[in-house]
């Protein structure tokens, strides 16, 4: 199952044309988990009775059932997705898990760093989905920052400074992205650099939130008037 770019059903090498109440239970199923019918109910089809709803469910589990036999698993008052369904989301989720663990390394063009806020399900307006497409913006986040501080390491700084500015693209407000750029300046022994990047990151807050910079990125203000600073070394992010 693909739900990064769009759904896609595919079995045994066979695109499925899937009905769109079908298509809704079962990528809510493959983004949550095993779901009891009336939460799932209410939250397909938000607008209606709880009995309007509880029918329009047993309607799309029918047709998953036509669509493909055994996709579903039916519990006492719950529904989950059958264990050997593949989903893409799944997949990144745990290559993101893994990564951040220090369990695996990733390249910049992997396609789990290619996501971006919107990419899930892009044509569906479904209220329920806002938390999901949250929680895969900022786990890319984290991921890239990681990364950052993984190649920054490894005194590969070109890179590292690649993946610290797409979090920074992603999101101009998060400091922790500013950090890795200002760090990674710093590891290189670019302190103009880094007074640029920090000033950067301090009028780009205050502009916008009217905040001055956090204290775990003031520390950072210190490495300007040291020349042996960080040279060579990244120190790590204390604030998480």
């Known amino acids: 199952m693909t739900l990064l770019g769009g759904f896609r059903l595919t079995?045994?090498?066979?695109?499925l044309t899937v009905p769109a109440s079908t298509q809704r239970i079962i990528s809510l199923l493959a983004l949550r988990g095993r779901?009891?019918?009336?939460?799932?109910?209410?939250?397909l089809w938000p607008e209606t009775t709880e009995l309007r709803a509880l029918a329009s469910l047993r309607t799309a589990i029918w047709r998953a059932n036509q669509t493909a036999p055994g996709l579903l698993v039916s519990g006492h008052d719950s529904l989950d997705l059958a264990p050997d369904v593949e989903v893409d989301v799944a997949r990144l989720v745990r290559t993101a898990h893994d990564v951040m663990d220090g369990r695996a390394s990733l390249l910049l063009d992997a396609p789990g760093l290619q996501y971006v806020e919107g990419d899930l399900l892009p044509d569906w307006n479904d209220e329920?989905?806002?938390i999901d497409r949250e929680r895969l913006r900022q786990l890319r986040?984290?991921?890239?920052?990681?990364?950052?501080?993984?190649?920054?390491?490894?005194?590969?700084?070109?890179?590292?400074?690649e993946a610290a500015l797409a979090?920074?693209?992603?999101?101009?407000?998060?400091?922790?992205?500013?950090?890795?750029?200002?760090?990674?300046?710093?590891?290189?022994?670019?302190?103009?650099?880094?007074?640029?990047?920090?000033?950067?990151?301090?009028?780009?807050?205050?502009?916008?939130?009217g905040l001055g910079?956090?204290?775990?990125?003031?520390?950072?203000?210190?490495?300007?008037?040291?020349?042996?600073?960080?040279?060579?070394?990244?120190?790590?992010?204390?604030?998480?």
């Open 35 to 43: 779901c009891g019918r009336s939460r799932l109910a209410g939250s």
């Open 167 to 209: 979090a920074l693209r992603a999101d101009a407000l998060r400091e922790s992205a500013h950090r890795a750029v200002i760090r990674i300046h710093l590891a290189e022994g670019n302190r103009a650099e880094a007074r640029h990047a920090y000033d950067e990151c301090c009028e780009v807050l205050t502009r916008e939130t």
């Open 213 to 240: 910079p956090s204290a775990e990125t003031l520390r950072l203000s210190v490495n300007w008037s040291d020349p042996r600073a960080t040279r060579g070394r990244v120190a790590p992010d204390r604030s998480s």
């Open 11 to 15: 079995v045994d090498g066979e695109d």
């Open 128 to 130: 329920w989905l806002v």
């Open 141 to 161: 986040l984290h991921v890239l920052e990681t990364l950052a501080s993984q190649l920054a390491t490894q005194g590969m700084y070109g890179m590292a400074m």
